[in-house]
């Protein structure tokens, strides 16, 4: 970031009023990260979005999502996947910053990291459902050798699922434990794309969408979204597990929000403890 922003603030459109796009937005009105603020917010319903927004402390302007270019540095993208491009395309064409939730998709669109790349805007994918990132991204700096995740969610926080529709599983009165899906974290975006941003990140930060595997679990005797990661590299090797308590959108993590709100706060601090 500039070193300007003790004087002028960095302001933040937020792109989608889901329920992490709602969380964040308040933080951000709550004056929770110095040197930030909510300067604009999009969503498909414009009223409900306003009385949303009637409630903040600092009420902003709600917009098209293509106007929100010009009333802000930095967009953080909390929208359905599929108009990831509509989001962040504006913010990347104009030499700034897009936060990405919606990670699973940047798989399918390597385009807009082209952009991202031509044009000197920032993508960035911050840690979210996550822990141990800082270590994955490490380790990708010698050599790994294999990264596996088996995901454990309440069965209606992977039901609607493109995957699980195509190939006839339901979710309907499940008693015990479920195996839904075994494959790498590409075909995972694919066929869970609400599901599993936590994945994609893992494989980004490590050695790619098409060697991280994992394991897909719907399970009534889990109440939160349970992951398991175990990572062998050449510097170390790692076993990890998350139990992320579901934010108002079941297939969503809350830590979500935390984590763009801890994001923010490391761009303007001066001191910064993580990779």
Known sequence: MTTSHSNSPIRIAIGGLGAIGKALARRLAEGTVPGVVLSAVSAKNHDKAREFINTLPHPVPVLEMNQLEPMADIVVECAPAAILGDVIGPFLRARK????????????RPDLIELARQSGGTILVPTGALIGLDAV?????????????VTRKPPNGLSGAPYLIEHGISMEGLTEPLKVFTGN?????KGFPA??????????AGIGPDRTMLEIWADPTVVRNTHTITVDSDSAKFTMTMENIPSENPKTGRIVAQSVTALLRKMT??????T
């Open 195 to 204: 599901n599993l941003n936590v994945v994609v990140a893992l494989a980004l």
């Open 269 to 274: 601090s001066t001191f910064v403890v993580g």
């Open 185 to 189: 974290a590409k075909e995972a975006a």
């Open 97 to 108: 910053k897009a936060i990405v939730l919606s990670v699973g998709a940047i798989l399918f």
């Open 137 to 149: 991204v490490a380790a990708a700096e010698g050599q790994i050798h294999s990264v596996r995740m």
